[in-house]
């Protein structure tokens, strides 16, 4: 029983199995005492800055030790009790909520994948009626546009339909392909029927008109929405537009069964050349905005276009936290994990398991997720610049569901187009102290740390059936450039003002502000680990050292943190539902991404340190061609293009090809000299074995394959110019 008298509407349980955890990092840390006295302790006179380099990497391995177990210390996991808030507020008193869906480029993000989306948001188990649907289109495609608006009458068959099959996901693209025709009962078979061929109609028209890549004028005069592209000059020129499609207060809004629809509204904010329009931040500010004078409901969910909902009871299980009598005040926003529909069995370009399963949780446990721009639903109050405060009483802005119209839909779009130009902001909190922040490649992490900065906290939820699924990118070079740019943008947060340890520092637990330093020093990371992948094959083509003998004692605590830390991380990667080559593909990936995305964000960071770079949000593609999903469906890992990021890991892979070969290849040496050798150099050896192991997808790729997917010829005659290159210099 709560303090109030209720019961809790949600419960917080520690993880099982820590007292194993933290014994295995108390172990590691002795271990790594040792190392840290070796290299004080066996100092060479002779090449002594490499000796130094090795111990400083060493030491920043070990300080990112030491936060990655400050980060799973003490992981929560959290569950709700959906039947306790049902019991306790009628359908009618339940809150209204808004959703935000983002799309900024109908290329890259197809609009059927996007109505998809939208309409497994519209299908909430949720009275409709305070439901809320705001689509933000930054490209200003009258496509896009066409396709919601054939959404919006798809919705009217759509929606009872969820609700008489239950049906999960309520995506009807990934409902489709993943749910057999029911075949017990002949009626509801037919019906079935019946809507997948509408909804498969309604995607061919919608493919088609992409195709064509225009709407043609008999279907403009279907909808006066249309009229507003005579105004469009182009995607980075055009006033604002404001279309209702669905007016959830018109009594006339409602589908087949006579139930009422949720309200769907398009903006497309004005944006102009001269003007910076600050990319997702700037779309989802002007969203705030606009549904603050449609429907300004209390709560504001927000997800990518490529996230359709796969759990129709999330927002109900939101509600458990902000509507609980004890905590939920206090409660900014509950963030869902980030999860994926597209991943391959054994996750060819890894994924976030860990982070979202293990690490997000152990956020939790430690004052709050961060939030990560998706899958998020937060209080109004919080996200427009309230500060929290025990003494705070928060009236919730409930909407008004008389189904009673108050102004027309026709009026309100038109006073509501100045809240969504781009001059509204000037001179204003607005990306500063209200809404979504500006001047951050991640504005999602920013957004979270101010807002528990201001004294709020935050939840994270991972129900049993996942709550959103997205799309992870299919290639190498989308992944790269994806964890560049995010890599990029936490290094800068760590850099500016609202730094965790700066901002933070009065609000948020000194254990919160070191869990964020796990991405924040991502960048950072890159050195150590350039200098673990390079140096030590470098230095055993000069006959150095770096490494205690294969039969001194001193070599065991090298071998025991090696070995158990990665068993460890075996142990753990499985644990969570991954695959043994799943984790293979997971330390493949680590290694691609620290040498490469992480290498090239600190790049940009220097250069915008220095005034020669401005930061640019970079989208995904979710399209592919048929040959290479084949290949990504096969975990074929994907090159195909030339890129800086791919001459550097063909680069390093052949440099410790090329160590490796000249090492075990060497005549001089006999047999027993071989074996004094390997006592000598068998750390750095086996390295060189790891590395070339990890790295052979990039011999494939540059020598045995020949499909489209493999590297440039380009690529690889840099790299071996390269490698010998440096090679060469080692040797002689």
């Excluded at 709700?80 to 935000?100: A, H, P």
């Excluded at 999330?314 to 458990?320: E, F, G, Q, S």
């Excluded at 997205?470 to 994806?482: A, I, K």
């Excluded at 020669?612 to 293009?641: C, H, P, W």
């Amino acid at each position: 029983m709560g303090k109030n008298g209720y019961l809790p509407l949600f419960e917080t349980r520690p993880a099982r199995g820590l007292v194993f955890f933290r014994s295995y990092a108390a172990s590691i840390f002795i271990g790594i005492c040792f190392i840290c006295f070796h290299r004080v302790s066996y100092f060479p006179v002779t090449e002594r800055w490499v000796w130094v380099g090795m111990f400083v990497a060493e030491l920043w391995f070990s300080f990112y030790f030491f936060i990655t177990v400050i980060v799973k210390w003490n992981p929560v996991f959290r569950c709700t009790f959906k039947d306790r808030l049902s019991s306790r507020f009628e359908e009618e008193e339940l809150l209204g909520v808004d959703i935000f869906v983002c799309t900024a480029d109908p290329r890259l993000e197809p609009p059927t994948m996007v109505v998809s989306t939208v309409l497994s948001v519209m299908a909430y188990d949720y009275p409709p009626h305070k439901l809320s649907v705001y689509l933000s289109d930054d490209g200003c495609s009258d496509l896009t546009f066409y396709a919601l608006l054939e959404a919006s009458g798809f919705a009217q068959l759509w929606l009872p339909f969820c609700r008489k099959l239950k049906v999960e996901p309520t995506s009807p693209e990934a409902y489709f392909q993943t749910t057999p025709e029911p075949v017990d009962d002949a009626f509801m078979a037919n019906e079935w029927l019946i809507i997948k061929k509408t909804y498969e109609d309604m995607r061919i028209r919608i493919e088609s008109m992409t195709r064509l890549g225009k709407v043609p004028a008999d279907i403009r005069k279907e909808h006066k929405g249309f009229d507003e592209w005579d105004f469009v000059v182009s995607r980075h020129d055009h006033p604002s537009i404001l279309q209702i499609l669905i007016d959830g207060r018109d009594p006339n809004a409602i589908d087949i069964e006579g139930k009422a629809l949720p309200t769907l509204v398009y903006l497309a904010r004005e944006k102009r050349p001269q003007i910076h329009h600050n990319f997702k931040a700037g779309a989802l500010n002007a969203l705030i905005r606009i549904s603050s004078r449609i429907s300004n409901a209390p709560f504001i969910l927000n997800v990518d276009c490529d996230m359709h909902s796969n759990n129709s009871k999330a927002i109900r299980d939101a509600l458990c936290f902000f509507l609980d009598e004890d905590n939920g005040h206090e409660i900014a926003y509950v963030q869902y994990p980030q999860t994926f529909g597209n991943l391959t069995k054994n996750e060819i370009y890894g994924s976030l398991r860990v982070v979202m399963k293990l690490e997000l949780a152990g956020f939790d446990g430690n004052g709050g997720p961060c939030y990560i721009g998706t899958g998020c639903v937060h209080r109004r109050e919080s996200l427009c610049g309230m500060k929290y405060s025990k003494e705070l009483i928060v009236e919730s802005m409930a909407m008004k569901y008389d189904r009673k119209i108050i102004e027309k839909a026709s009026s309100i779009e038109e006073n509501c187009k100045a809240l969504a130009s781009c001059t509204y902001e000037e001179n204003t909190p607005w990306g500063k102290e209200m809404g979504v922040k500006y001047g951050c490649v991640v504005e999602d992490i920013l957004t979270g740390i101010c807002i528990q900065s201001r004294g709020w906290r935050s939840v994270y939820l991972t129900p049993q059936r996942e709550a959103f699924l997205g799309m992870v990118p299919t290639t190498l070079l989308d992944t790269l450039v994806q964890h560049k740019r995010w890599a990029e943008g936490d290094f800068q947060i760590f850099l500016s003002k609202h730094c965790p340890f700066v901002y933070g520092c009065q609000n948020m637990p000194l254990k919160l502000q070191l869990s964020y330093c796990i991405y924040l020093f991502w960048v950072p990371n890159c050195f150590a680990t350039l200098y673990y992948v390079f140096v030590p094959s470098f230095c055993l083509l000069k006959g150095i050292s770096l490494f205690p003998k294969i039969s001194s004692s001193w070599g065991i605590p090298y071998l025991y943190v090696i070995v158990v830390h990665r068993v460890q991380s075996l142990v753990e990667f499985v644990w969570l539902g991954g695959t043994v080559r799943g984790w293979l593909n997971e330390q493949r990936m680590w290694m691609f991404k620290r040498t490469t995305s992480y290498f090239f964000a600190a790049i940009d960071n220097i250069l915008k340190l220095c005034g020669f770079s401005k930061s640019a949000f970079i989208i995904t593609g979710k399209v592919a061609d048929d040959d290479l999903n084949r290949r990504y469906e096969q975990e074929s890992m994907e090159f195909g293009t030339s890129s800086p990021m791919f001459t550097v890991l063909a680069t390093l892979a052949l440099f410790n090809l090329f160590g490796l070969v000249v090492v075990g290849t060497n005549k001089a040496i006999n047999d027993d000299a071989r074996i004094k050798v390997f006592d000598i150099f068998g750390f750095q050896i086996l390295l060189c074995c790891v590395l070339v192991f990890v790295n052979l997808p990039i011999y494939q790729g540059m020598f045995f394959r020949k499909d489209s997917g493999k590297i440039p010829a380009s690529v690889t005659l840099r790299s071996i110019a390269f490698a010998l290159l440096a090679s060469t210099l080692a040797m002689y």
